[in-house]
């Protein structure tokens, strides 16, 4: 009897489809008729950024192509795990959600920071473990993906800029992790680091008015909370060097912001850690962050969001109370505003 292959939710029908080299040869396409940089740019951006994406087009190469070449594919694509869904609004097309970005490290102002990543090289990649831990360990991606496993998840993602999106993350559970390091029982917060090249991420060595490295962190429960994930890839593949390749978390419950990209370190601390966009403005950025409608940004409200469909495609929908996951993590926050 023939094996039965069940396709995943995000993965759209042959003949709708645009597969990678169709895209690509539509740019050189576009390019050959001078209409790329036209046809192919997002709203809003800037000359520079024009610019930048003609060059992109002149040689083919598109938002996709960002997917380091010496990723391990180790099992991709991973089995959708149908506990998370998000049935009520539909995916997020592919290339829209590698299109429309924020990854400081390469720049803070424009969205399209995939045309800036050329000189990064996320492989090989080392990941520390280490502070109030019985096990303190180095792992590279594969190791982490061998030891751990791979599953899909859907999850909304909600930026504390207004704008959101729905992503199939392929990864596995934070607390798959931390179980097998063995936090001490004085280990209350997890604190984590992301990578710090400047001379191949261009945004840190324009932007030195920030604290490089980035830096993030969760308390314990929140870390051992079974929506929290960490993210190797999207859509069925590796992730993306903009997407923050090559490992990630996915935190549906929280801004965008509270999961930080390309982390390198993962340290078990006895206090609340310090976080970047907590020091630069404590009264716009709270250590939790969770997505609530009800508490608005000092400069813009939070009820309402930009929900990214396609690519230059957006639409106003209602904020939802932690993101729509307040069933499962309202619990954690018995002080967080309801109304």
């Known amino acids: 009897m023939s094996n039965i292959i069940i396709p995943p939710q995000w993965q759209r029908r042959d003949e709708i489809v645009t597969k990678r080299r169709v895209y690509v040869n539509r740019r050189r396409f576009l390019a050959q008729l001078g209409l790329g940089a036209i046809a192919l740019s997002t709203t809003g951006a800037d000359c520079a950024d024009r610019d930048s994406d003609a060059r992109h087009v002149a040689a083919g190469i598109g938002p996709l192509d960002t997917i380091p070449e010496n990723a391990p594919r180790f099992g991709y694509p991973a089995a959708q795990n149908e506990a998370y869904a998000v049935p009520d609004r539909p995916l997020t097309d592919r290339i829209a959600a590698s299109s429309y970005t924020n990854f400081y490290e390469f720049d803070g102002e424009s969205k399209e920071v995939w ?49 959101s999106a729905t992503i199939p993350w392929t990864g596995f559970p934070l607390r798959r992790l931390i179980e097998y390091c063995r936090p001490l029982s004085s280990a209350t917060h997890v604190a984590f680091l992301s990578v710090n090249r400047p001379k191949e991420m261009p945004g840190i060595r324009r932007q030195n008015w920030y604290p490089w490295p980035y830096y993030e962190g969760l308390r314990m429960d929140e870390a051992m909370h079974e929506l929290a994930f960490v993210a190797t890839g999207m859509y069925g593949e590796p992730l993306p060097k903009q ?25 078990f601390v006895d206090r609340e850690p310090k976080t970047f966009w907590n ?9 939790l962050s969770n997505v609530n409608p009800n508490v608005p940004h000092p400069r813009w409200s939070q009820a309402t969001e930009r929900f990214m469909v396609d690519v230059g495609d957006f639409r106003r929908i209602p904020t939802q109370f932690m993101n729509g996951y307040g069933d499962l993590v309202g619990n954690l926050y018995p002080n967080e505003p309801r109304g």
């Open 279 to 287: 020091d630069l403005a404590p009264n716009e950025y709270s250590f």
């Open 243 to 267: 997407n923050g390749s090559p490992v990630r978390l996915a935190l549906p419950w929280k801004y965008g912001y509270k999961g930080p990209k390309a982390f390198v370190r993962l340290e």
């Open 115 to 163: 045309q800036l990543t050329d000189d990064y090289k996320p492989y090989p990649w080392t990941l520390e473990i280490t502070g109030l831990v019985e096990r303190k360990q180095r792992f590279d991606i594969e190791q982490l993906i061998r030891r751990f496993g791979l599953e899909e998840r859907l999850y909304r993602f909600r930026c504390v800029e207004a704008w």
